[in-house]
């Protein structure tokens, strides 16, 4: 079955503004091809936590570096590829994470600072894959509709 919206790309600064930017984009798309709000705005937020963590650990706030953003929307999931040339991250980054936010402490606050994206991206995804290849780190994120 051909994909309901086809495969777009976007290439964004790694600037923390150009976020914001981004996920408005994906969010037009996403409703351009029928994507109910709620999915959206999962992956709205996925998506602002992963490009977030590319420019704070790929790029380590290095605003000349780019960031490539793939999606293809089908009948039955959201693809989202997110691609940089920064530090490369372990492949197994989401095999070590504990999913959910199981027994939360009563005051957020006391929560880890660092790894609390990590854990609303898995919470919210349905697949997760990272790949290294021709210099390029890949983060692949497939949400079933």
Not at 80 to 88: A, L, M, N, R, Y
Request: with cysteine.
């Amino acid at each position: 079955m051909p994909p309901k919206h086809p495969m777009t790309e976007t290439i964004i600064k790694s600037q923390p503004e150009n976020v914001a930017r981004l996920c408005e984009k994906f969010r037009n798309e996403a409703v351009k091809a029928g994507i109910s709000e709620v999915v959206a705005m999962e992956l709205e937020l996925a998506i602002s936590e992963a490009v977030t963590n590319v420019i704070e650990h790929a790029y380590q706030w290095d605003e000349t570096q780019y960031i490539k953003f793939i999606i293809s929307i089908s009948n039955q999931s959201v693809t989202i590829e997110i691609k940089d040339q920064g530090k490369p991250i372990a492949a197994d980054l989401f095999s070590d994470i504990e999913p959910g936010f199981d027994n939360p402490p009563d005051d957020v606050g006391l929560l880890a600072e660092s790894g609390r994206g990590l854990k609303i991206i898995q919470s919210l995804i349905d697949e997760i894959k990272i790949s290294h290849e021709n210099g390029w780190n890949t983060l692949r994120l497939v949400k079933n509709l």
